[in-house]
């Protein structure tokens, strides 16, 4: 898809740019959609189902007799462009009797088209990586060669074999695995394959599927796989290289070697290339093809990667990171990890390679050319790959967000074990930030928006150097980042005087539009004054005052583009010059105030004179979040949801319940998708004990706070407890909600109108369980008959049912709007006329220095405009 939002390179190329489908956090659970078992069955032994006979029947317990093939197909059950986060499996925990109650878990890298009808032992040997042994005893197990993760999990064997334990085991990872590998695969098979990813578990006395617990009655779920989707852009734009396709293609050799007998470059190796020598390469982390040494080894069998070479690099293509950011990449070979950063800045690598040399993976500032970081293998080795991660902690005192980076693949080294390769790349970029520093000495975009002429006072709001001459007796205060900051200027008279508390006209300095998101972040660093009283209802109705005063402000409001309205102000919280003050405004913050589709600027206002009459702005970090709404409940509020119907008999309301909560009675509720809470009804059980949750009471009803929903919006919830779907919309449209509850009643979430009030759809759990929370998602296939584009809608948990299974939980729930058809605009043609560039477009046009921004609306543009070709380089680009 491409955005609507669109760049121009003045007077040469017009660049479109994929806009990024970034998800808030969704956490869904999906139980295993095809499951097979194959036998290896001991010829001379008895063998009988193990659930619910006893083994006493069985001759030879300790046999691995059979493998259970569990698939999960996450194209089918995750939203498009998902990106997993996190992963667990888990099993119903069916106790045995024998001693051993490990069980196993292989996650394959085979074809998905197996049929559970019809998959034989012979067939999966053949292609689904199944094997057999008959020592010690006959068993059967994948091979592990062919996995892309191992897992295990202790089973309980304290009950009787094949009675309920009521709990699920988690399979942690095993065989030096980790779960970030468990993760990357799973990304993997949903970016580069069809989305079906075979799970094989296989251990002692399992020839049933009964022990993973598959087909379980009553609400008891199989093996179920519980994913975590991308937050508020914690992957953001996700680029992954396995060079296995077309995406090497972008890689570059930007250093290569003619020294004789060694390798030539650091290049594409294919594992189903024919031999070369003695030697053959190790497997690829994925796929067939990694990046190393070329060539391996020569064709007399001389090792040609361990010899001496010119120093090699291998470029990856530039990257913009955000924060939340995250990389990651899988070593091969030597540990070589010594690179001098400081030394390689100053003086460049080395011209050859040495026995002191270097191995490994390098950040690298594309603007600078400077490496910041540098990575290599903790130990050498040919048979295991080493995953190194660089997650959010450690790229945050490395980048700048929005600017570009390189990874480069660097061999300064030769000699024993002097050879590395490089596989699985993935490049999370993070939220889309933009960040003022105002260290390059101009105002980066901002526009001083009102100035003062007021003889002895400041005149404006604008940068403030450390290399600007001393003036007067007083030294401005240090920038938080040197070596500049915005403030009062002139900061003093030459003659010494104070200038900047003096009396002064309003000074307005004001950043450039803006997009941002309730689940954004502003954040921003103050010194000077302390003057916070800003009235935003006086100054939205009347305007912010002519002339400064000794009872007026200094700070910074944020403001809506659109209307022009203040909708909050921050300033320091005590006056001083010696220590910067951080303001954050957070998504707390920010969801009382932000709506979709607007957009905003940051406006530095200072209405004061007299004592600690000025103040200074650095550091200004806009992180526009994503277009979702969020509730996870897990602040221990409910997020701006009304209880709308209470009840005094039963559950008295829907409401938070919480891991931290006191325990009350015999029952404990269920664990949230996200700990610690969750919404459902309130008390969930009496003191005594009594099942206070499904007795009789008034209707309950929680709602959301309005949303609006366009035609491509998607809705997401998880639902836990009874299945209770029967909800009619006609009669409930015609006479509303039931005063009371009954056996027949309905439980789960509505669609509603906000404007009408009319409910649209209903949906509740498919089974009935409190064990496994249940994703509903709505696709905008299924919202767009339903809805207005624009509407204002809410979410309505409901609860009309009392009896058995008459109570329900919901958690995790994520709405994305949408966006409103043309709301990026439409750039109509690009012409050249008489020395002028002339751009025809709908919407508003902007414009910067460089493609990475800080954009400036171009107040009162209107189409046609022209600009002259022969000024400096400039981007334009159309938007809301």
């Not at 600017?403 to 050879?419: A, E, P, R, V």
């Not at 803006?514 to 009347?542: C, K, Q, W």
Request: aromatic fraction near 8%; charged fraction near 20%.
């Amino acid at each position: 898809m491409l955005s609507s939002r669109l760049f121009l390179f003045l007077a040469t190329a017009l660049i479109l740019f994929p806009e990024d489908r970034v998800r808030a956090q969704l956490t869904i659970s999906q139980e295993a959609s095809r499951t097979a078992v194959v036998d290896a069955l001991c010829p001379t032994c008895l063998t009988v189902d193990l659930y619910p006979s006893p083994y006493a029947e069985q001759t030879l317990p300790i046999i691995q007799e059979a493998l259970s093939y569990v698939g999960f197909d996450l194209a089918a059950n995750l939203p498009e462009g998902a990106v997993i986060t996190s992963a667990a499996l888990d099993v119903f925990d069916l106790n045995t009797e024998v001693d051993d109650q490990s069980l196993f878990v292989a996650l394959m890298k085979v074809p998905s088209d197996w049929d559970p009808e019809t998959l034989t032992l012979e067939e999966a040997s053949k292609r689904y990586g199944a094997m057999t042994s008959t020592s010690p005893s006959i068993m059967v197990r994948p091979n592990t060669r062919r996995a892309a993760w191992q897992g295990e999990v202790l089973m309980d064997f304290e009950s009787a074999p094949g009675v309920s334990t009521a709990k699920r085991a988690v399979i942690q990872s095993a065989a030096g695995d980790s779960d970030q590998e468990l993760v990357d695969a799973l990304n993997l098979a949903l970016n580069e394959g069809d989305g079906f990813v075979t799970f094989v578990f296989y251990g002692k006395t399992l020839d049933d599927n009964a022990v993973v617990g598959i087909d379980f009655a009553d609400g008891e779920a199989g093996p179920t796989l519980t994913l975590q989707l991308a937050d508020q852009g914690d992957a953001g734009k996700t680029t992954h290289f396995d060079f296995d396709g077309e995406d090497a293609d972008s890689w570059q050799s930007t250093f290569s070697s003619s020294l004789e007998g060694g390798p030539e470059r650091l290049g594409l190796i294919n594992t189903l290339d024919a031999p070369v020598g003695n030697s053959v390469p190790p497997v690829p982390a994925t796929g067939n093809v990694f990046v190393g040494p070329v060539p391996f080894e020569a064709e007399d069998g001389t090792n040609t990667r361990d010899q001496a070479h010119q120093s090699l690099v291998y470029r990856s293509p530039a990257f913009t990171m955000g924060q939340n950011g995250r990389i990651s990449f899988a070593l091969i070979g030597g540990a070589k990890a010594n690179l001098d950063l400081e030394e390689i800045n100053a003086n460049g690598l080395p011209e050859n390679s040495s026995n002191a040399g270097a191995m490994g993976v390098a950040l690298r500032d594309v603007a600078t050319g400077a490496y910041l970081s540098f990575y290599g293998r903790s130990e050498d080795g040919s048979q295991a790959w080493e995953t190194i991660v660089l997650d959010a902690s450690s790229l945050g005192s490395l980048i700048e967000p929005g600017q570009s980076y390189t990874l480069d693949l660097i061999d300064t080294y030769h000699g024993g074990w002097g050879w590395i390769g490089l596989d699985n790349v993935v490049i999370a970029q993070g939220v889309p930030t933009t960040r003022f520093d105002f260290d390059d000495g101009t105002l980066q975009g901002w526009q001083v928006l009102r100035g003062s002429e007021v003889v002895g006072g400041p005149h404006q709001l604008g940068v403030i150097h450390l290399q600007d001459p001393v003036v007067g007796n007083s030294v401005p205060p240090t920038p938080l980042n040197p070596p500049a900051f915005v403030g009062p200027v002139p900061f003093e008279a030459e003659d010494g005087t104070n200038t900047r508390d003096q009396s002064h006209a309003t000074l307005v300095l004001r950043s450039p539009v803006f997009v941002l998101y309730p689940n954004g972040r502003v954040s921003f660093a103050l010194i000077g004054g302390a003057h916070s009283s800003m009235d935003l209802e006086a100054v939205n109705t009347e305007g912010l005052p002519e002339m400064s005063s000794s009872g007026g402000v200094i700070g910074v409001a944020l403001r809506q583009a659109s209307d022009g309205r203040y909708l909050t102000f921050s300033a320091r919280t005590e006056s001083g010059s010696q220590s910067w003050e951080t303001i954050i405004l957070d998504s707390d913050v920010l969801r009382e105030v932000v709506t979709f589709g607007e957009r905003y600027t940051l406006d530095f206002i200072d209405t004061h004179h007299g004592g600690w009459g000025w103040a200074g702005l650095d550091d200004v970090i806009v992180q526009e979040g994503t277009p979702v709404l969020h509730y996870d409940f897990d602040d221990g509020t409910l997020q701006g949801w009304i209880q709308e119907r209470v009840s005094e008999t039963g559950p008295q309301s829907l409401g938070l319940i919480s891991l931290n909560d006191p325990a009350v009675g015999d029952s404990v509720p269920p664990t949230p998708v996200s700990d610690p809470a969750f919404l459902g009804p309130v008390p969930f059980e009496d003191p005594s004990g009594t099942n206070t949750r499904d007795q009789a009471h008034a209707t309950l009803l929680l709602r959301s706070p309005p949303f609006p929903l366009y035609g491509d919006a998607e809705i997401s919830f998880s639902l836990i407890g009874g299945a209770h779907s029967q909800f009619d919309l006609e009669e409930v449209n015609a006479n509303g909600l039931p005063e009371l509850s009954s056996g027949s009643g309905a439980i789960g979430v509505a669609l509603r109108e906000a404007t009408s009030g009319q409910y649209l759809s209903f949906y509740g759990r498919s089974e009935s369980g409190s064990q496994s929370w249940e994703t509903i998602l709505l696709s905008s296939s299924e919202l767009a008959p339903l809805i207005n584009q624009g509407g204002l809608y809410t979410l309505d948990f409901i609860d009309t049912h009392s009896g058995g299974w008459g109570w329900g939980g919901v958690d995790d729930v994520v709405i994305r709007p949408g966006s409103a058809p043309n709301a990026g605009g439409v750039l109509t043609s690009i012409t050249s006329d008489g020395g002028q560039i002339v751009i025809e477009f709908s919407g508003q046009l902007e414009r910067a220095t460089g493609i990475q921004g800080p954009w400036e609306m171009i107040e009162g543009a209107t189409s046609p405009f022209a600009e002259d070709a022969s000024q400096r380089m400039q981007f334009y680009r159309v938007s809301p």
